[in-house]
Antibody, heavy 120, light 111 residues
């Protein structure tokens, strides 16, 4: 079974740092682009970042550029999101998402999410 | 303000056909980038409904269909059922932003 399990979400103070992890299983992890997508309470989906299959190419939403870093460990089937200089508007449920095979910007498997709360 | 524009709500009676619009621009849908659609049931993670504009993943009923024309895309649901009540999001890629973009989502109410 294809599965993505996120962890690392906690309550953190404004200006603080945090690293989210995502454990992937059930598929050949290093064949696929991976994404992070977030959803603030009661709001819509917001794409955060993506990383290519080999980790050589990374892209970020303007709202997190320079503060967040996406990375992956293909030997251990893990995806990460290092978050720094956190703002209250970063509070959200963060989803780890697998890209579709033929369409790297499409997303076919979603984790259940991990909640980040940034307190002021 | 989302780069892709979706109406906030749509409603329909059981058995009816409803459509969801997704309006973009020449830097995303109009530039030829594919559109994908997601269904998010209450308190659950989103689920891929349509990928590559018109394709259904295995397990998605053929009541769901997607189309794309110019700078817009649409999702249609025929034979509406109570369990279709959810939020629906379109998504594409935007070359001017060099990133993935989502619509603001449309809430479907089954009357």
């Amino acid at each position: 079974e294809v599965q993505l399990v996120e962890s690392g979400g906690v309550v953190v103070q404004r200006g603080g740092s945090l690293r989210l992890s995502c454990a992937a299983s059930g598929f050949t992890f290093d064949d696929y682009t991976m994404h992070w997508v977030r959803q603030a309470p009661g709001k819509g989906l917001e794409w955060v970042s993506l990383i290519s299959w080999e980790g050589g190419r990374t892209y970020y939403a303007e709202s997190v550029k320079g503060r967040f870093t996406i990375s992956r460990d293909n030997s251990k089937n893990f995806l990460f999101l290092q978050m720094s200089d956190l703002r209250t508007e970063d509070s959200a449920l963060y989803y780890c998402v697998k890209a579709t095979g033929s369409y790297p910007y499409g997303m076919d498997v979603w984790g259940q999410g991990t909640t980040v709360t940034v307190s002021s | 303000q989302s780069v892709l524009t979706q109406p906030p709500s749509v409603s329909g009676a059981p058995g009816q056909r409803v459509t969801f619009s997704c309006s973009g621009s020449n830097s995303n849908i109009g530039a030829g980038y594919d559109v994908h659609w997601y269904q998010q049931l209450p308190e659950t993670a989103p689920k891929l409904l349509i990928y590559g504009n018109i394709n259904r993943p295995s397990g998605v009923p053929d009541r769901f269909s997607g189309s794309k024309s110019g700078t817009s895309a649409s999702l249609a649901i025929t034979g509406l059922q109570a369990e279709d009540e959810a939020d629906y999001y379109c998504q594409s890629y935007d070359s001017s932003l060099s990133g993935v973009v989502f619509g603001g989502g449309t809430k479907l109410t089954v009357l």
